[in-house]
Structures are given as structure tokens and as C-alpha cells.
């Protein structure tokens, strides 16, 4: 009779729940912009706790290099655990769900259009190491 505790080389496979393992993880909440123009590839922006403006020059951290796209076009802030958009007094302005805004709160699977960039506002949860 052989003595399975003391087998060399003896590999077993534990399964174990998703939820069990994911229980102890700490995560957080992370914010994403697509940036998407008609027959050009999604941009992927990630957002942070700082300010982000939108515009046609090349000093904004997302640049749009489109006439209908004013110098400094909106703003996007973090304030409250949430993300706003505010429109910079721009000529052609900025819409949310097809509504245009002075300044608004952003929802998961919001479409944000400057000109005629469309950018997809959604978050997802990250593990934290």
C-alpha cells in the first residue's frame, strides 16, 4: 500500500471559487475615456485625479487637431469621488448624451461629442497590488 502524503513529484489541483480568492483584494475604481473619430482607431485615454482639457493645440494633455475643435475646447475634472465635464466656452460647444452642457457629472457609458469626435466615458474596477 502506498502512502500518498509521501509521493515525490505528486501535483494536486485545488478548486477554489473566483469570489474566494477575489474576497481579500483590495480594488479600486478606475475611469477611461475611447476617443473615437470616423475611420480612424479608438484612443484610450486614462483618467487621474488631476484636470484634463480637450482641445485643437498641442498643450492639451488630449489634442484634436480638428477645425470644429476650439484651442481649449472642455474640461474634465475629478471632484467628489466623480468626474465632471465643463464646457470651456467653446464656439461649437460640448454635448453628453446628445445634450449640450455647460458643465455635468459623468456616468459610466456616457458619449461625450466635441465636433465630431465622439469619446466613451466608462470605468472598471482594478486589483490593487
Same mark, same amino acid.
Given at each position: 500500500?502506498?502512502?500518498?502524503?509521501?509521493?515525490?513529484?505528486?501535483?494536486?489541483?485545488?478548486?477554489?471559487?473566483?469570489?474566494?480568492?477575489?474576497?481579500?483584494?483590495?480594488?479600486?475604481?478606475?475611469?477611461?475615456?475611447?476617443?473615437?473619430?470616423?475611420?480612424?482607431?479608438?484612443?484610450?485615454?486614462? !483618467?487621474?485625479?488631476? +484636470? #484634463? &482639457?480637450?482641445?485643437?493645440?498641442?498643450?492639451?494633455?488630449?489634442?484634436?487637431?480638428?477645425?470644429? *475643435? $476650439?484651442?481649449?475646447?472642455?474640461?474634465?475634472?475629478?471632484?467628489?469621488?466623480?468626474?465632471?465635464?465643463?464646457?470651456?466656452?467653446?464656439?461649437?460647444?460640448?454635448?453628453?448624451?446628445?445634450?449640450?452642457?455647460?458643465?455635468?457629472? !459623468?456616468?459610466?457609458? +456616457? #458619449? &461625450?461629442?466635441?465636433?465630431?469626435?465622439?469619446?466613451?466615458?466608462?470605468?472598471?474596477?482594478?486589483? *490593487? $497590488?
Amino acid at each position: 500500500m502506498t502512502d500518498v502524503n509521501h509521493l515525490e513529484g505528486d501535483v494536486r489541483t485545488l478548486a477554489i471559487s473566483r469570489s474566494s480568492v477575489m474576497r481579500g483584494m483590495k480594488k479600486r475604481r478606475v475611469s477611461f475615456l475611447d476617443i473615437k473619430r470616423v475611420n480612424e482607431q479608438v484612443q484610450t485615454y486614462k !483618467l487621474q485625479e488631476t +484636470d #484634463v &482639457i480637450i482641445g485643437r493645440t498641442s498643450d492639451n494633455p488630449i489634442q484634436l487637431s480638428f477645425p470644429n *475643435i $476650439s484651442r481649449h475646447h472642455s474640461k474634465i475634472s475629478f471632484s467628489n469621488d466623480s468626474y465632471l465635464i465643463e464646457d470651456l466656452e467653446s464656439t461649437n460647444g460640448t454635448f453628453v448624451n446628445g445634450i449640450s452642457i455647460a458643465k455635468c457629472v !459623468l456616468h459610466p457609458n +456616457d #458619449v &461625450i461629442e466635441i465636433g465630431e469626435t465622439h469619446i466613451f466615458y466608462y470605468e472598471r474596477e482594478e486589483l *490593487i $497590488s
